[in-house]
């Protein structure tokens, strides 16, 4: 039972492989920067799990740009930090902890290295942590599919970080 499920989890990984492998750049960045907004439920899952079972009340994700000036936010948070955050965490942490070609490892002390940089509170860490892995997942695949794996993963962060923010003002406009 245990060997099936194993071989039945292969084999979707080995799909998504080969999947991610062979579609074009612009389906590669949406892809990866939709992935990315799985973290917020993950985090929201944690966060009841600690509530309801272990009576652990933890603060919400508070966002730590909240200035009403739209370009310098713009230009902090969807430039600047994604292309300065993207050399930091997933191309030299990364490349620092890669040791014998054992991805995983380097992908999850980068990731948490990552959610630590954004330490406003714990969920945001918690959040910014799976963020993390699938911008370094995106770096990883980039890499092995010959194409800028720097380039994509700032654009999957910039447009991450974007939403973001769209969001952010259509919220705070339509109140």
Known sequence: MIIDFYRFFKNIINVFKIFLLKINKLKF???FTALTFLAPFITIVINLVLKYLFRIDLPEIINPFNGNNFLIK????CILAPVL???VFQYFFYELFLFKKKHW??????SALFGLSHFYNPMYV????FIGLVLGLSYIIAKK???NPILLTII???LHNFIIIVVEVLVKYAV
Do not use: Q, W
């Open 29 to 31: 960045v949406l892809f």
């Open 74 to 77: 713009f230009f902090f948070v």
């Open 85 to 87: 955050e993207t050399y």
């Open 105 to 110: 490892p380097a992908l999850i002390f980068s």
């Open 126 to 129: 918690v959040n910014t942590f």
């Open 145 to 147: 599919r010959k194409t």
């Open 156 to 158: 999957i962060h910039g």
